[in-house]
């Protein structure tokens, strides 16, 4: 049987001696390895392509949903705002993180312009307003009609079809 924590590490490890950074993702289900990736943001300049993003993805055109409703996803370190959100979304039944950031500071680190791992849940929480980031709202009527003409399309429904319902 397949060690899913073991297989995390030795993407990252290799991602690393490769030039990349030291993230990996593996998603598994019915001990099955649906995808696995590591954090390929250093070698494709795109600041999106980090392995829990990349693993969802693979996973996710593999299945044909967008759910992974059942899948245990193995993340070597907790995850970073954005990941965190596409992992909610994607609706798995567990993740788990191998180290946390307060573990691996002394030897890590990626502070960016607006975002500070530190201060970021702090920041995300605050209103659109008082961000660092700047931001403008425009409002048009014809950007909600957009959303009425989806709803329409959807039967009336406002739910995505088959999307997991919250647990409260």
């Known amino acids: 049987m397949v060690d899913f924590v073991q297989r995390t590490i030795d993407i990252a490890r290799d991602n690393v001696t490769a030039g990349g950074r030291p993230f990996a993702t593996v998603i598994v289900r ?3 390895i649906l995808a696995e ?7 494709t300049n795109d600041p ?6 990349l693993a969802i ?4 055109v593999r299945l044909g949903t967008e759910h992974l409703v059942g899948a245990t996803i193995y993340v070597l370190a907790h995850p970073c705002p954005m990941c965190l ?3 909610y979304y994607c609706s798995p039944d567990e993740v788990v993180f191998l180290t946390t950031r ?3 500071a002394p030897h890590y680190v990626d502070d960016r312009k607006y975002f500070e791992l530190d201060t970021f849940y ?5 209103p659109w307003e008082q961000r660092r980031l700047p931001m403008r709202y425009e409002p048009r009527d014809e950007a909600v009609e957009v959303y009425r003409l989806w709803q329409e399309c ?3 429904d406002r739910r995505v079809p088959g999307a997991p319902r919250s647990v409260s």
């Open 30 to 32: 019915n001990g099955e």
């Open 154 to 156: 959807n039967g009336g």
């Open 85 to 87: 959100g596409a992992l």
């Open 102 to 104: 307060d573990a691996y």
């Open 122 to 126: 702090e920041e995300f929480g605050k």
């Open 57 to 60: 993805r693979e996973a996710c």
């Open 48 to 53: 999106t392509a980090h392995a829990e993003v």
């Open 37 to 43: 990736s590591p954090n390929l943001v250093a070698q």
